[in-house]
């Protein structure tokens, strides 16, 4: 059986403890991943301290960038194991994975790397009584150790979009994975030993969240700075941990994210675009739409011509190339996503097209398959409309002004990010500016241009990263003030 070790001051290090980790194919057992304890949290804090007072804290900006691009190149010579491990982690189509996770998990090396090389900081002369002035300058210096709490949906991209951007800023991190999907971090250790990251740098703990790893990493004293991706409710259990210490967080959270299709928009690529929005990686991307708001002339036509698309949309295993949908993450978020179905149904939910488990071949009928489903005929006040499901799902409901539809797509705790879809550029940016979210997309969905902030509004996040706004976690800015 595969073993999963823990990754602590560049040694791969087994415990006493280990858990199962299975296949969201078919629910076998594809490894055994050893848990860390108190003791493997603290070696690893411990590590990342002594390697910020060793050899990585005295690296130049430009010998960093140097080994982050050998990092992001390491990564992409190792290209099929990283995505055979994502794959076996999370059953999603490997044609997914291929232009996705893997590449942006090399990607989130290098542009950090370049932010860092090219950011300058500020300079102020500022006049005194005597005449003779001062002048204030900033430097930016690492926070020291990150702790990083990663969730399962994308398991590298996520998790690398907060790692590059810590060792870009010469910081050094304790990761966590999250425990559905424990591969691809702890092969990342054999890339950074391989090219010649100092130990300790980087470290990964395996386990799960409360009175396991998640939490010793969480309340660990010696750790400066905590980023987070997963759900609202663990952020904010995370955010309490945090506060003994008074460190700061970057808190990357839930969502219950709207599209809005106005009557005016390209049909064709309003549908394209939210097919992907609601059914790519299984509906389970915390940018994903489970709120479509269509404007009641093209209701029922909108309707008719996503629930053809996600008909047309095969269920299977990751390596056949024309699998559109996996599984959940597991059969217990199955469990969950299966509830929001049944209740759809009982709430008297139109169910347009899912609504349960599909057929699957004898040796995949133990996974976590669900049919891609869409609902019309609930209002705004349903738990459907309201709450996050994570899952292939979606409601169709129709609106009739553009006042009633701002004010229904902020009526949320989320603030994510929000699609709309319209010919109409005066009214894209009349209506952008007052949806409460992070990231509003006209005519289009995921389009991520690495260099611009990213988090959500509400409930949906505290903080931004990406581009220089990573910067404002990952670094002390520092001011210098020199009277002359
Ligand atoms: P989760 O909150 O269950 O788990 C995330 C991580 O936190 C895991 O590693 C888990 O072990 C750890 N954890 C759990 N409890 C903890 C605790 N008390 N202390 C410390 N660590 C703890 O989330 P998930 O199910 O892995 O991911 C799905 C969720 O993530 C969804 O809500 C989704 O919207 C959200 N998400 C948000 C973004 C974003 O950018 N805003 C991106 C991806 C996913």
Redesign the pocket.
């Known amino acids: 059986m595969k073993q999963i070790h823990n990754f602590i001051n560049g040694e791969f290090v087994a415990t006493g403890k280990t858990f199962d980790k299975r296949s969201p194919l078919d629910n076998a057992i594809i490894a055994k991943v050893h848990e860390a304890g108190r003791g493997e949290v603290d070696a690893a804090v411990a590590a990342a301290r002594a390697a910020l007072a060793g050899p990585w804290g005295k690296l130049t900006v430009a010998e960093r960038v140097d080994l982050l691009y050998g990092v992001a190149d390491g990564i992409n010579q190792r290209f099929d194991e990283f995505l055979a491990a994502e794959c076996a982690d999370t059953g999603k189509p490997m044609s997914l994975a291929r232009h996705l996770d893997i590449p942006r998990g090399a990607a989130n090396f290098k542009i950090f790397a370049d932010v860092i090389k090219n950011v300058p900081t500020e300079c102020f002369e500022m006049a005194t009584p005597d005449g003779r002035g001062a002048m204030n300058y900033s430097v930016r210096r690492p926070v020291g150790v990150v702790g990083v ?6 398991p590298l991209l ?1 998790m690398t979009w907060k790692v590059g951007p810590a060792l870009a800023c010469g910081n050094a991190v304790v990761v ?5 999907t424990p591969q691809t971090a702890t092969l990342l250790g054999e890339v950074m030993n391989a090219v010649g990251i100092p130990k300790g740098v980087y470290n990964v703990v395996h ?4 009175n ?4 010793f ?2 309340t660990h004293a010696r750790v400066d700075a905590i980023t ?8 904010a ?2 955010m309490q ?1 945090a506060a003994n210490g008074g460190r700061p967080v970057s808190l ?4 219950k994210n709207p599209a809005i299709v106005f009557a005016d928009c390209d049909f064709d690529a309003a549908i394209e675009g939210t097919l992907r929005s609601v059914f790519a990686n299984c509906g ?4 994903g739409t489970e709120r479509i708001y269509v404007e009641r002339p093209i209701f029922e036509r909108f309707v008719a011509a996503l629930k053809r698309g996600a008909e047309g949309l095969k269920i299977g295993p990751p390596e056949d190339a024309t699998t559109g949908i996996g599984p959940l ?1 597991s059969r217990e ?1 199955q469990s969950k996503v299966l509830s929001y179905y049944k209740r759809a149904a009982e709430l008297g939910a139109t169910v347009v097209t899912g609504g349960g488990v599909p057929e699957m071949p004898e040796h995949l009928k133990d996974g976590a398959w669900v049919q891609p489903t869409i609902w019309t005929g609930l209002d705004d006040d349903s738990p459907i409309a309201r709450e ?1 499901i ?1 899952g292939p799902c979606t409601l169709i409901q129709p609106f009739d002004g553009e006042d009633e539809v701002i004010r229904r797509a902020n009526d949320t705790q989320y603030g ?1 990010a929000c699609s709309i879809w319209t010919r109409d550029l005066a009214r894209a940016h009349r209506i952008a500016p007052q949806i409460e979210a992070g990231l509003v997309w006209v005519n289009s969905w995921f389009l991520r241009d690495l260099r611009t902030p ?3 509004a509400k409930q ?2 505290i903080g931004r990263e990406g581009g220089v706004h990573s910067l404002e976690f990952y670094t002390e800015l520092k001011n210098i003030c020199i009277k002359l």
């Open positions: 709490i990663c969730p399962w949906n994308l996520l966590k994975p999250s425990e559905e386990g799960f969240g409360p396991s790893a998640g939490e990493v969480t987070f991706t997963g759900e609202t409710r663990t952020g259990a995370i941990a990357e959270m839930g969502g389970q991307v915390c940018l993450i978020h996050e994570f994510l990213f988090g959500g949906s996040g």
